[in-house]
Structures are given as C-alpha cells and as structure tokens.
C-alpha cells in the first residue's frame, strides 16, 4: 500500500530563519508526483511547490524548494526566510501518474514566531 | 475563474437529519473528491468521480452518498447525519487521466457539526 509520513507533527522557527519539513513516502510505482500544500488557518489549502519523480532537479518556488531524495523515497520540504505567514499546517501528497489516488500525509504544523 | 467552490460553508445538524453539500469547478476537470479532515488524521477520501455520471468509493465512505450528474458539480449527501460525521470537508478536483499528472484544486472546505 502506497503511504505518506509526515514524522514532525508540530515545528517551530523563527522569522527569518530556515526550516525543514521531513516527508518519507513509501511507493512501487516509477511514475508518481509529490506536493507540499498549506493550509492557512482560513482552511484553503493551497499548493506550495510540486515534483515530478522522473526529474532529478529539486523544485523551487521562491523561498521554498525541495530536497527530493527518490531512491530513499524522501522529500522534505525547506522554508528560507521564514515569514509569519508561513504560519500553517503543511501536508506532503503523492499522486500514482495516470490514477485518481493522491496519498496525503498527516500534516506538521509549523509556527513562525515574530 | 472561480476555481472550486462549495456551499455551504458552515452546517450545524441534529443527530439523524440529512443534508447535501454542493461541490462546483469551473476548470473542466474530468475527476472530482470529497475529502474529511479530522484532527491528527490529515486528509481522507470519502468518494471520488472520475467523469460525469461516474462514483466510486474512497477510503471512508460508510454514511455518504454522491452523485455527479453535471460534470462541473459533485454532491455529497448525509442521509442520516451522526455525531462521528462532525468534520471539515473538502471538495477537489484535478484534470485525470494521463495528462492529469497534476496538483488537486480544493475547495475553501465545509465545517460541519452534528449534535
């Protein structure tokens, strides 16, 4: 069965400092896609960044970029500069390519302090 | 675009009454979710359709029905409303199929409470 593990359920930083949120997946398929999206406390979750397995480049968006490890089925999730709206919980997803199954994590909250 | 949206957004309900939450997107997506979000539990599927006039089950789907009669819209009915079904919502939609190899679209979630 695919699963996804978020392993840190809350973390905390401090404004414009750096953090790291860890996401270990577990897949047989070659052909997957990951994401990290957060959700604010409006409850809108919102994409933050998205991986294509077969790309060996990270992904970056700005001051978020990912550190995607495939052959260790890993895909944290770094934060520079961390802002106060940062403030959210954060789910890690996995989508099987050509399926309707997304697999998502548990989620870490992250808080950012002033 | 309006992207996702679902209505309502907030329900309370008695223990037994019934309700139907409305999904609707207007990207032309071909799938469509339901999701429930419980604390510590992240995301669960409740049902999902992958094209107009198509259902199938997800991971939670016991006290839930849908329907997709109109590919732009996704019901989600409670017949028989229990206290366990006090959740948030979710509603999504992605493009499918092999092209579909993209994110989910959500909508803004529906906070329900059964007393």
């Known amino acids: 069965a695919q699963t996804v593990t978020q392993s840190q359920p809350e973390m905390s930083v401090q404004e414009a400092e750096t953090v790291t949120l860890s996401c270990t997946y577990d897949t047989s398929e070659n052909n997957y896609y990951l994401f990290w999206y957060k959700q604010p406390p409006s409850r809108q979750m919102i994409l933050v960044i998205r991986q294509e397995a077969y790309k060996q480049q990270n992904a970056t968006e700005n001051r978020f970029s990912v550190n995607f490890q495939k052959a260790a089925k890993s895909f944290s999730l770094k934060i520079s500069d961390s802002q106060l709206g940062d403030t959210a919980m954060y789910f890690c997803?996995?989508?099987?390519?050509?399926?309707?199954?997304?697999?998502f994590g548990t989620g870490t909250r992250l808080k950012v302090l002033a | 675009n309006a992207g996702v949206t679902q209505t309502p957004k907030f329900r309370v309900l008695k223990t037994g009454q019934s309700m139907t939450l409305l999904c609707a997107q207007d990207m032309n997506h071909e799938y469509m979710y339901w999701y429930r979000q419980d604390p510590g539990m992240g995301l669960r599927l409740i049902h999902y359709?992958?094209?107009?006039?198509?259902?199938a089950k997800g991971e939670v789907p016991d006290g839930y029905n849908v329907s997709r009669l109109k590919k732009q819209n996704f019901l989600l009915g409670l017949e028989s409303a229990a206290p366990s079904q006090t959740s948030v919502y979710f509603c999504?939609?992605?493009?499918?199929?092999?092209?579909?190899?993209?994110?989910?679209?959500f909508g803004p979630g529906t906070r329900l409470t059964v007393t």
């Open positions: 359709s992958v094209g107009e006039g198509t259902t």
């Open positions: 997803a996995a989508h099987l390519s050509g399926t309707y199954k997304y697999i």
């Open positions: 999504a939609s992605s493009l499918g199929g092999v092209a579909g190899a993209g994110e989910q679209y």
